[in-house]
């Protein structure tokens, strides 16, 4: 079946850039996503890729796909405190009703 | 204001209780979800309904049974309710275009 995986913890100062990395299994992925989680709060879709994409950019975040190797990146540039949080890749199939499968959540703690 | 919305935000209930969870979505989408969130973080689907019908059902304990009385809305029943149950339950709606999830703000269910 469908995996995603990420590293549990990943702890910046602030001002520095973030990168969060994911891995997943299904090679039928056609879209993939990454969402940011706010203590008590539910999950809030940052920015999502097709797998025909290598990259997008939207602000200060960049997704970086390497097909390949079924890698998907995010990067914060300019990290703020606001930006701690817990992040999830998470990806889907296309047509019909697609699941969408998350990965295990990255804690980004931002030292001021 | 456009959102999802779940009810209710916190449940503490004993051992053996039956208890529901509402959820409702006033975006217009046809495909609703259930997630549970562990300690872990780890978030697994449940249930998904698209207009009313049920198309998605992960392996769960049938002492949880969803209901759609309409495409608005996806209610959570639990039955005999047990102390491995306490976890986050994310209600979310989906859009035609695949674009990933709106959620809830989920529903801490702590049983005692």
């Known amino acids: 079946g469908e995996d995603v995986e990420q590293s549990l913890f990943l702890s910046v100062r602030e001002g520095d850039s973030s990168v969060i990395n994911c891995t997943y299994t299904?090679?039928?992925?056609?879209?993939l996503y990454w969402y940011k989680q706010e203590p008590g709060a539910g999950l809030q879709l940052l920015t999502y890729i097709f797998s025909n994409m290598d990259m997008k950019q939207d602000q200060r975040l960049t997704v970086l796909l390497n097909k390949k190797d079924k890698h998907l990146s995010l990067r914060i540039a300019d990290t703020q405190t606001g930006d701690s949080a817990i992040y999830f890749c998470?990806?889907?199939?296309?047509?019909?009703?697609?699941?969408?499968?998350f990965g295990t959540g990255t804690k980004l703690q931002v030292i001021p | 204001d456009t959102a999802v919305s779940q009810t209710p935000k916190y449940l503490v209930t004993q051992m053996g209780n039956d208890k529901s969870i509402k959820c409702e979505q006033n975006?217009?989408?046809?495909?609703m979800y259930w997630y549970k969130q562990d300690s872990k973080k780890f978030l697994k689907i449940m249930f998904s309904y698209n207009n009313k019908e049920l198309i998605i059902n992960e392996t769960v304990p049938n002492r949880f049974s969803p209901k759609s009385p309409d495409k608005a809305h996806l209610n959570l029943h639990i039955n005999s309710l047990e102390l491995g149950d306490s976890a986050v339950y994310f209600c979310?709606?989906?859009?035609?275009?695949?674009?990933?999830?709106?959620f809830g703000s989920g529903t801490r269910l702590t049983v005692v």
């Open positions: 975006l217009g989408h046809d495909t």
């Open positions: 979310a709606s989906r859009g035609p275009l695949n674009y990933g999830y709106t």
């Open positions: 299904d090679s039928s992925s056609t879209y």
């Open positions: 998470a990806e889907s199939r296309s047509g019909g009703y697609q699941k969408v499968t």
